[in-house]
């Protein structure tokens, strides 16, 4: 018999892995809460507003909400942006950067030009709220970057002058996104994965069907050196339809996991444990058979497709009987579940 773990326990687990001393652990951690979304803000909430939690925890919980862009995580985001060290403060104001363009937006504009022009705040954390507010059009910010050419530190001084993400002024991230799917996309992955974490959510589904197409096309034209990023990018368009749900691509993740001879990006771990099927677990188990039975450089690539197996086994309710899992046995003689 198969026990299915309650939503509770799985999330009360993937918090506890995110203050692992172990980075690779913390971030297939955020991937995964990422794809829970909403059932999971409330606890990373908890621990990114617990001054007695650990750091590099405190910043992945962080690191979640941002991923998750909940509303409920931009009152402790803007209290953590002026009062966490660096390393927290800098991913509080990653998530408050969410919000700026948004319903939400004044108090995140308001706090990020506090932080943009406090002389007390260490410097990258002054750096990455000058970041969030050029999301704003360039007129908007036109003020505040007059201020900010006048600051006594070299480095702030000079970043009122850098241009944001898009010469042309902020990036719309649902034009971008908008014209990803019809076969337009930019010049470098990192714009494409930036848009998606901030407008993913309300994308069509099958415009992000349509993006996983469109970067994979785009992969294998590259050279081996730059194909890395456009392979994270078509992960975030992947966990996008795993946040709603979507099947729409597996054909594409299975087809990846069975061509993977390298750990892939957690994104597409994440999404096989949250919406893959039956027709994965073959896929799967060609992946962990590739990592000759788990003992492999990076041991956390066959302990996490081992994970996501049992998640669809646990989630289809399937014993050792079913055919294919007769087949996986004869075929690689592997058991990979209890």
């Known amino acids: ?25 913390r971030d297939a951690a955020v991937a995964r809460l990422t794809v829970m979304g909403a059932r999971a803000v409330g606890r ?3 621990l990114a507003d617990d001054r007695g939690a650990p ?22 985001a803007l209290r953590w942006v002026s009062e966490g060290d660096e390393q927290i403060s800098t991913a509080a104001v990653d998530v408050a ?46 003020p505040l970057m007059a201020a900010i050419r006048a600051d006594p530190v070299p480095e702030i001084a000079a970043a009122a002058d850098q241009p944001g993400d898009d010469p042309g002024g902020a990036i719309d991230p649902v034009r971008c996104v908008e014209e990803a799917a019809n076969g337009t996309l930019p010049d470098e992955p990192a714009v494409l994965c930036r848009a998606l974490s901030d407008v993913g959510a309300e994308t069509p589904l099958p415009a992000l069907q349509a993006i996983v197409d469109r970067v ?32 729409l691509a597996l054909y594409d993740l299975r087809e990846t996991l069975e061509r993977a001879t390298e750990p892939l990006p957690v994104e597409f771990v994440a999404t096989v444990s949250a919406v893959g ?18 003992r492999h450089r990076q041991d956390w690539w066959p302990r996490h497709l081992s994970g ?4 669809i086994v646990a989630r289809e309710r399937i014993t050792r009987r079913h055919a294919t899992m ?7 003689g592997l058991e990979i579940y209890d």
Do not use: N
Not at 111 to 133: E, F, G, Q, T, Y
Not at 228 to 245: D, E, I, M
Not at 308 to 311: D, I, K, Q, S, V
């Open 1 to 25: 018999m198969v026990i299915r773990l309650s939503s509770a326990k799985q999330v009360d687990a993937l918090i506890a892995d995110l203050s692992s001393e172990d980075a690779v652990k």
């Open 44 to 46: 990373l909430i908890v």
């Open 55 to 76: 750091a590099p925890g405190r910043a992945a919980a962080f690191r979640a909400l941002e991923a998750i862009g909940d509303p409920r995580a931009l009152d402790v």
């Open 97 to 142: 950067r969410v919000f700026v363009r948004s319903p939400h937006g004044v108090p995140a504009v308001d706090r990020l030009s506090a932080v943009s022009m406090d002389v007390r705040r260490p410097v990258p954390v002054r750096l990455a709220a000058i970041r969030a507010l050029r999301d704003l059009a360039a007129e908007t910010v036109k």
């Open 216 to 247: 994979r096309e785009r992969e294998s034209r590259e050279p081996r050196s730059r194909r890395g990023g456009w392979t994270g990018a078509r992960a975030v368009a992947h966990l996008a339809l795993a946040r709603r749900g979507s099947r």
């Open 277 to 294: 099927d039956v027709s994965c677990l073959e896929p799967l188990a060609a992946a962990y058979a590739q990592t000759a039975g788990g």
């Open 308 to 311: 996501a197996f049992r998640a």
């Open 326 to 332: 007769k087949k996986i046995a004869k075929r690689w």
